[in-house]
């Protein structure tokens, strides 16, 4: 199984940046992973994935603004954010799919950005 744990949340004025990190642990590998984000009022919606084959995807509102990485041998994702928008603000969650194709969660950081 994969355990996942998120960090570098926190309150930033409105065209600032924030670096936000999950931390992979478990036997299971993962055949994808990705960051989603859930606003106040609204639906867990996708941010930035991996795929299998290395391809990424970002949602229309980050693209430009936001980039997904990985760094292998630290078991860990990053999502790098710049000029951040106040439409931003939102829990973000580290997500994660094994290669039985089960679904892992962190428990999320909050995002809070200033106008």
């Known amino acids: 199984q994969v355990q996942l744990v998120e960090s570098g949340g926190g309150l930033v004025q409105a065209g600032g940046s924030l670096r936000l990190s999950c931390a992979a642990s478990?036997?299971?590998?993962?055949?994808?992973m990705g960051w989603y984000r859930q606003a106040p009022g609204k639906q867990r919606e996708l941010v930035a994935a991996?795929?299998?084959?290395?391809?990424?995807n970002y949602a229309d509102s980050v693209k430009g603004r936001f980039t997904i990485s990985r760094d292998n041998a630290k078991n860990t994702m990053y999502l790098q954010m710049n000029n951040l928008k106040p439409e931003d603000t939102a829990v973000y969650y580290c997500?994660?799919?094994?290669?039985?194709?089960?679904?892992?969660w962190g428990q999320g950081t909050q995002v809070t950005v200033s106008s």
């Open positions: 997500n994660a799919i094994d290669h039985l194709y089960r679904n892992y």
């Open positions: 478990g036997g299971a590998f993962s055949i994808s």
């Open positions: 991996f795929t299998r084959g290395g391809s990424t």
